[in-house]
């Protein structure tokens, strides 16, 4: 029965529709290419320059229905200035409906989008954007307020680039995908999730650039915890007033950062439930200086007014961060700018970094919620005995702070995410259960081993988001209707 009803849909099918299938194999969704004066600036060979379009081009075509700079939802609306909006927390515009046609969001998950007002690294209020990936289903406890609301994960976000076009609420696939975001969200918590200030929106209130403080922790930290302010004043009767703050690399040391705001100042504090700090980044300068030289410098002088590119960056170096900033790469192309002679030696030691570093390291503040600290032993970017340190130091610190430490053995810097989910999200539902932790020291460590011999594991994502939305590719996701 059931097999002839088949086999007639099918022939149906065949005989009545037409078959409509392009290739899509390389086709980005951009055509830049760099100018003569930024290679001659640059020094590249011809060879580098082609190789830098497609990563260029690449990047620009992961941007959800084209970049930021084409999207109406990232300027400020005409009234402004308005001083109500310059309260941090304060809402300035709501996307209840994210048109979603152009991301590649897993099904059943739907995405808002908003503008609100954050507070920079020295305090100045200035507007921010940050979406909302909803679950299809929330999770219930019994303790959430309001009782049918959708249990609240705040996710600060992985370093996605340095400009205005790198906002992960514009990436089709928000930037970290899978990894974190669709997880959470298809595990029934409602993502509340900053775009650090200086992505997305790139001009305050009185039309100033706003640079991206780049690992300006407590900053960014602001971002979070504002983003959420914002969110429960738009959705107050659909988000729980309860919250837990996870963060993967840079947005690892961002939900620390959110530990240490939130330890210290109770009324901000209000709902936090505890924190997931994976791969953070805690002590700025034990990286490379090649990548921390400029990254960094691009955005310092906001806080250092007096700060030049030439006291981190040899010339040849400060001649492509200037041409990064002018085409605005994202993080891919930043691997391809910053090669060869870029940071001077000794970076680390100048005033700029000593002053900076005392800034925005972590360990230094007393925590009060319960955060579990995740790291991979074979992450290249986050190094294993760095998070070690900062944990080491927090405790000694802060004997009582309530850190648990997880170590998986033999992963890198995002697929730490993906080994350890099943951990973190237990760890999220119990924070939401009330469910007291197990008395440990601080910084209790634990090892996380693979099942299998470590070798036979895929190690890293081998594969990125392709859009496949036109009728023309429908053949490449097969079975969706
Ligand atoms: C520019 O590149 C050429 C080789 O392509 C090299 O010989 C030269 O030293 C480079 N100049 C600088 C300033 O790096
Ligand atoms: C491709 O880019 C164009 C121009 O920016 C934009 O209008 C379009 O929506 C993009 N397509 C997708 C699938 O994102
Ligand atoms: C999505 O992409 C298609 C194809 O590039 C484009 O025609 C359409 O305008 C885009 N829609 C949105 C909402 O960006
Ligand atoms: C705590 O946060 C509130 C809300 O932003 C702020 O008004 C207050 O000044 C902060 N308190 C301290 C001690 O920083
Ligand atoms: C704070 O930062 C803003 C924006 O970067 C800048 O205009 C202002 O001068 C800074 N204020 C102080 C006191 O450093
Ligand atoms: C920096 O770029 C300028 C051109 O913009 C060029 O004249 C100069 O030689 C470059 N310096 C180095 C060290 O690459
Ligand atoms: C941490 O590991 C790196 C790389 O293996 C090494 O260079 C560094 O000396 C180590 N630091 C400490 C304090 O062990
Ligand atoms: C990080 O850098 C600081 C300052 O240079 C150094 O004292 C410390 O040992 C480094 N930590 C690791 C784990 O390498
Ligand atoms: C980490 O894994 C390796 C094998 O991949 C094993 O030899 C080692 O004992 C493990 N370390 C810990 C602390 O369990």
Same mark, same amino acid.
Request: aromatic share 14%; with cysteine; hydrophobic share 40%.
């Given at each position: 029965?059931?097999?002839?009803?088949?086999?007639?849909?099918?022939?149906?099918?065949?005989? &009545?529709?037409?078959?409509?299938?392009?290739?899509?194999?390389?086709?980005?969704?951009?055509?830049?290419?760099?100018?003569?004066?930024?290679?001659?600036?640059?020094? #590249?060979?011809?060879?580098?320059?082609?190789n830098?379009?497609?990563? %260029?081009?690449?990047?620009?075509?992961?941007?959800?229905?084209?970049?930021?700079?084409?999207?109406?939802?990232?300027? *400020?609306?005409?009234e402004?200035?308005? &001083?109500r909006?310059?309260?941090?927390?304060?809402?300035?515009?709501?996307?209840?409906?994210?048109? %979603?046609?152009?991301?590649?969001?897993?099904?059943?998950?739907?995405?808002?989008?908003?503008?609100?007002?954050?507070?920079?690294?020295?305090?100045?209020?200035?507007?921010?954007?940050?979406?909302?990936?909803?679950?299809?289903s929330?999770?219930?406890?019994?303790?959430?307020?309001?009782?049918?609301?959708?249990?609240?994960?705040?996710?600060?976000?992985?370093?996605s680039?340095? #400009?205005?076009?790198?906002?992960?609420?514009?990436?089709?696939?928000?930037?970290?995908?899978?990894?974190?975001p669709?997880? !959470?969200?298809?595990?029934?918590?409602?993502?509340?999730?900053?775009?650090?200030?200086?992505?997305?929106?790139?001009?305050?209130?009185?039309?100033? #650039? %706003?640079?991206?403080?780049?690992?300006?922790?407590?900053?960014?930290?602001?971002?979070?915890?504002?983003?959420?302010?914002?969110?429960?004043?738009?959705?107050?009767?659909?988000?729980?007033d309860?919250?837990?703050?996870?963060?993967? $690399?840079?947005?690892?040391?961002?939900?620390?950062?959110?530990?240490?705001? *939130?330890?210290?100042?109770?009324?901000?504090?209000?709902?936090?439930?505890? &924190?997931?700090?994976?791969?953070?980044?805690?002590?700025?300068?034990?990286? $490379?200086?090649?990548?921390?030289?400029?990254?960094?410098?691009?955005?310092?002088?906001?806080?250092?007014?007096?700060?030049? !590119?030439?006291?981190?960056?040899?010339?040849?170096?400060?001649?492509?961060t200037?041409?990064?900033?002018?085409?605005?790469?994202?993080?891919?192309?930043? #691997?391809?700018?910053?090669?060869?002679?870029?940071a001077?030696?000794?970076?680390?030691?100048?005033?700029?970094?000593?002053? /900076?570093?005392?800034?925005?390291?972590?360990?230094?503040?007393?925590?009060?919620?319960?955060?579990?600290? %995740?790291?991979?032993?074979?992450?290249?970017?986050?190094?294993? +005995?760095?998070?070690?340190?900062?944990?080491?130091?927090?405790?000694?610190?802060?004997?009582?702070?309530?850190?648990?430490?997880?170590?998986? +053995?033999?992963?890198?810097?995002?697929?730490?995410?993906?080994?350890?989910?099943?951990?973190? !999200?237990?760890?999220?539902?119990?924070?939401? !259960?009330?469910?007291?932790?197990?008395?440990?020291?601080?910084?209790?460590?634990?090892?996380?081993?693979? /099942?299998?011999?470590?070798g036979?594991?895929?190690?890293?994502?081998?594969?990125?988001?392709?859009?496949?939305?036109?009728a023309?590719?429908?053949?490449?996701?097969?079975?969706? *209707?």
């Amino acid at each position: 029965m059931r097999s002839s009803l088949l086999l007639s849909f099918l022939f149906s099918w065949g005989t &009545t529709a037409q078959i409509l299938a392009t290739p899509q194999s390389t086709k980005f969704n951009s055509s830049f290419a760099l100018s003569q004066s930024i290679v001659r600036q640059t020094n #590249f060979t011809n060879e580098d320059a082609l190789n830098l379009n497609n990563i %260029i081009n690449y990047e620009k075509s992961q941007y959800a229905g084209g970049p930021t700079n084409e999207d109406e939802f990232y300027t *400020l609306p005409a009234e402004f200035p308005d &001083t109500r909006h310059l309260r941090p927390g304060a809402v300035i515009k709501v996307e209840d409906f994210t048109d %979603i046609a152009n991301y590649t969001l897993s099904p059943n998950l739907a995405l808002s989008r908003f503008l609100y007002t954050t507070k920079n690294l020295n305090g100045t209020s200035i507007p921010a954007s940050a979406f909302i990936l909803w679950p299809f289903s929330p999770r219930s406890f019994p303790t959430l307020n309001p009782p049918n609301a959708a249990p609240v994960v705040i996710w600060n976000h992985m370093t996605s680039g340095f #400009f205005g076009p790198a906002a992960p609420s514009k990436h089709r696939s928000l930037w970290a995908g899978d990894s974190a975001p669709f997880a !959470l969200a298809l595990d029934g918590y409602a993502v509340v999730a900053p775009d650090y200030a200086g992505l997305g929106v790139t001009r305050d209130f009185q039309g100033n #650039f %706003i640079p991206h403080q780049y690992i300006a922790l407590p900053a960014s930290a602001n971002d979070a915890i504002y983003a959420f302010k914002a969110a429960r004043s738009i959705y107050s009767d659909k988000l729980s007033d309860t919250f837990v703050v996870m963060g993967q $690399s840079q947005g690892g040391g961002v939900a620390w950062a959110t530990s240490e705001l *939130l330890g210290n100042n109770a009324s901000l504090a209000a709902g936090h439930l505890g &924190t997931v700090a994976v791969s953070p980044t805690t002590s700025v300068f034990n990286a $490379s200086d090649t990548y921390i030289g400029p990254f960094i410098g691009v955005g310092i002088a906001s806080v250092f007014p007096t700060f030049q !590119l030439e006291d981190w960056l040899t010339p040849f170096g400060v001649n492509r961060t200037k041409a990064f900033e002018t085409v605005q790469g994202g993080l891919a192309s930043a #691997f391809g700018f910053f090669t060869g002679n870029i940071a001077k030696p000794n970076l680390a030691k100048t005033w700029y970094a000593k002053a /900076y570093a005392k800034l925005v390291n972590m360990g230094n503040k007393r925590i009060t919620k319960p955060m579990l600290v %995740i790291q991979g032993t074979a992450d290249a970017f986050v190094a294993y +005995n760095v998070t070690s340190q900062t944990v080491a130091e927090a405790c000694w610190n802060f004997p009582t702070s309530k850190i648990s430490y997880l170590v998986s +053995n033999g992963t890198g810097h995002v697929p730490t995410l993906d080994a350890s989910r099943r951990i973190w !999200l237990r760890w999220i539902e119990e924070r939401f !259960l009330g469910t007291d932790l197990p008395p440990t020291e601080c910084g209790h460590q634990q090892i996380l081993n693979s /099942y299998l011999p470590i070798g036979q594991y895929q190690a890293t994502w081998n594969s990125f988001p392709q859009w496949a939305g036109d009728a023309q590719y429908s053949y490449e996701v097969p079975l969706q *209707l």
